[in-house]
């Protein structure tokens, strides 16, 4: 495990003067915030304790990675001006390629270990002193491929579980993660059985969660043949059978599938990147739920497009199609990200013949209400731009700007300004000796 440990940007500038003559100070001024090590992950996660972390203050939250592969957390007041540097306000991380989502003041890392053990990491916010506190560690021994909140809690699940007598291998297990000041901790896990919920005889790998607000949620449903029983520790999607179509289940707290949503104008809804799925329901402001298709699969017959689900509805709006495709110039998106009001973000692939590792350096805004589509401009062009093409270069809405992380070949990492509006892009600052900005977000 690596040391976490936070810079000293001022013992840095000051150099041998302070060295000689000022140490003693420096380590008594920040000894509430000095280095220390991670405690080893457990199911139960956490530290027992809420940490300051002393690594610059504000609400912009921004994960780096440096050329040697670390990652780092830095936080801002200003993502317009003022150039930042990664020698200054830090706190490493102890994993790599996390993925993070937030939840109001909390910011959860998760990092995908394939067929080993998810890691997590907690940080949570604070406005009184505008720095981070240090929920710690934690693992997830039931593994992942999905995630989201719902009902104030952190829920993680994974496809093809094998059951403890060895007769079935069709179960997916979701986990229910408390967030406290005492750390990431587990609640419960449960396992559903997913080869009769459909009746088409096949598992089930589920993809996003959306909490409709009312105690239930909704998740796109991958099926796909079943590995061998008994072999692997699990799998997250099989051999695709019915490409051609979607269908998204409504479940309340206990599991329970309220409804199923089927359709067949557009493939299942989720977007693959190696094992991993991507998450393809979102909803907008209003409380519609737009659920995408990138039609990944080579056996569908299907265009990348989105129906909608109204809010309280029971079905799919039968009047409602969107091509995204076409407008695409026949390119597929890769990730969609919700922005503001009826706006999502579309990463759209490099290439038309994709596999689960083809990046996407393409952008387009597109209005999933007034169904129209811009691409962005003002960016490098796709073949200049090395971020992104894994899990990272995930932007953010707020203030009314989209910001975008974006690295040019040979440079540092910088953020865009985009105008939601009219697709214009322009280069904002940037962060000196950061190679790629994963993951933007800002804390409430």
């Not at 780092?72 to 930042?84: F, H």
């Not at 590995?227 to 599991?255: F, N, R």
């Not at 597929?332 to 922005?339: A, E, I, L, N, S």
Request: proline share 2%.
């Amino acid at each position: 495990m690596k040391k976490t440990y936070l810079s000293l940007s001022k013992m840095a500038v000051t150099g041998l003067f302070l060295f000689l003559f000022g140490m003693g100070f420096m380590l008594a001024s920040c000894s509430s915030g000095g280095d220390f090590t991670s405690d080893e992950p457990s199911q139960g996660g956490g530290t027992g304790n809420e940490e300051i972390v002393k690594n610059g203050k504000g609400a912009y939250f921004i994960a780096v990675k440096t050329d040697n592969g670390t990652e780092y957390i830095m936080q801002t007041n200003s993502l317009t001006a003022n150039d930042l540097d990664i020698r200054n306000n830090i706190m490493e991380l102890p994993q790599t390629n996390y993925t993070w989502v937030f939840n109001n003041h909390d910011a959860i890392g998760m990092v995908y270990q394939q067929q080993f053990a998810g890691l997590g990491y907690g940080l949570r916010w604070t406005s009184d002193d505008a720095q981070l506190s240090r929920l710690g560690e934690f693992r997830i021994d039931t593994r992942f491929s999905n995630y989201g909140f719902f009902n104030g809690q952190l829920i993680t699940s994974i496809g093809g579980q094998v059951s403890s007598d060895g007769s079935r291998n069709d179960g997916a297990t979701f986990a229910f993660w408390n967030i406290t000041s005492d750390g990431v901790k587990l609640d419960h896990t449960k396992t559903l059985w997913t080869e009769d919920i459909t009746g088409n005889g096949l598992q089930i790998t589920f993809s996003s969660i959306v909490d409709n607000g009312d105690g239930t949620f909704l998740t796109a449903m991958v099926q796909s043949a079943f590995h061998q029983t008994g072999i692997g520790d699990g799998s997250s999607v099989g051999e695709v059978k019915y490409p051609d179509s979607c269908w998204v289940a409504k479940m309340d707290k206990d599991l329970n599938v309220v409804k199923i949503y089927r359709d067949n104008r557009i493939s299942y809804a989720a977007g693959h990147y190696r094992s991993q799925v991507l998450h393809e329901v979102h909803k907008a402001d209003n409380g519609t739920v737009y659920v995408f298709s990138n039609a990944f699969n080579t056996a569908t017959t299907h265009k990348a497009g989105a129906l909608r689900i109204k809010k309280g509805a029971d079905e799919f709006d039968k009047d409602y199609y969107f091509d995204l495709q076409t407008p695409a110039d026949g390119y597929k998106f890769r990730r969609v990200w919700h922005m503001t009001g009826s706006k999502f973000f579309l990463e759209i692939y490099n290439e038309k013949n994709i596999t689960t590792i083809t990046p996407g350096h393409q952008f387009a805004i597109v209005d999933m209400d007034t169904k129209k589509f811009t691409w962005l401009n003002g960016i490098p062009t796709k073949k200049l731009i090395t971020s992104g093409a894994e899990t990272g270069g995930v932007p953010m809405f707020s203030d009314g700007v989209i910001y975008l992380p974006i690295t040019q070949f040979g440079q540092d990492a910088s953020i865009y300004l985009v105008n939601p509006d009219t697709g214009v892009a322009t280069k904002g600052i940037t962060i000196k000796g950061v190679t790629e900005i994963r993951t933007l977000g800002k804390l409430n």
